[in-house]
C-alpha cells in the first residue's frame, strides 16, 4: 500500500533541480477576505493562488506500486467545492511528491474549508489519508476617508 507521508498547502512552491529538494512558500492556514464575501450561490472564486503539495512512499521500498489519488474542498456547510484526481505512480521511484496548483478559492460562505486527500485502494474504495482545514474569514473594511475639499 502506498503511504502518504504529509500534504501542505501554501501559495506557491519550487523544486531544486539539482537537490530536487522542495520549498514551500507562504503556508496557508486561513484566508481573510477584506469586505463581504460574495454570495455562497453564486459560486464565484478568489483570485489567489494556492498549491496543495503532496508526498507519498511505498510502504515496502522494494514493491512497485501504483494508485490513484484525490483532493476534495469540502466547504463549510459540506458541499464539495472542488475536486482533482490525479496518478500515485510508485512504479520507478521510492516516493514522489504530487502539486495541484490553482489560481482561484471556490467561495461556498465564511468558515472553515477542508482538503480531504484520499487514495484510492485496490478493491476501488477511496480511503482519507489526510486533512488540511483552512478557515476563510470576511474581516469589515475600515472606512475611505476623503478630503475635505477647501482644507
Not at 472564486?45 to 483532493?71: C, D, H, K, M, Y
Not at 502539486?99 to 482538503?115: C, D, H, K, N, T
Amino acid at each position: 500500500m502506498i503511504e502518504h507521508i504529509w500534504t501542505v498547502l501554501c501559495s506557491r512552491s519550487s523544486v531544486d533541480r539539482e537537490t530536487n529538494n522542495v520549498s514551500l512558500f507562504e503556508i496557508i492556514e486561513q484566508l481573510n477576505v477584506l469586505g463581504p464575501l460574495p454570495d455562497a450561490a453564486a459560486r464565484t472564486a478568489l483570485p489567489i493562488q494556492f498549491e496543495i503539495v503532496s508526498l507519498w512512499a511505498r510502504a515496502n521500498a522494494g514493491e512497485a506500486e501504483v494508485s490513484t489519488g484525490r483532493i476534495t474542498l469540502i466547504a463549510p456547510g459540506g458541499a464539495e467545492a472542488l475536486s482533482h484526481v490525479f496518478p500515485v505512480n510508485l512504479s520507478e521511484n521510492i516516493r514522489m511528491r504530487t502539486q495541484m496548483r490553482s489560481v482561484g478559492f471556490p467561495m461556498l460562505g465564511a468558515g472553515r474549508y477542508e482538503f480531504r486527500i484520499e487514495l484510492q485502494r485496490a478493491d476501488g474504495i477511496w480511503d482519507r489519508v489526510a486533512r488540511v482545514p483552512i478557515q476563510v474569514e470576511s474581516i469589515a473594511q475600515p472606512p475611505v476617508e476623503t478630503a475635505t475639499p477647501g482644507i
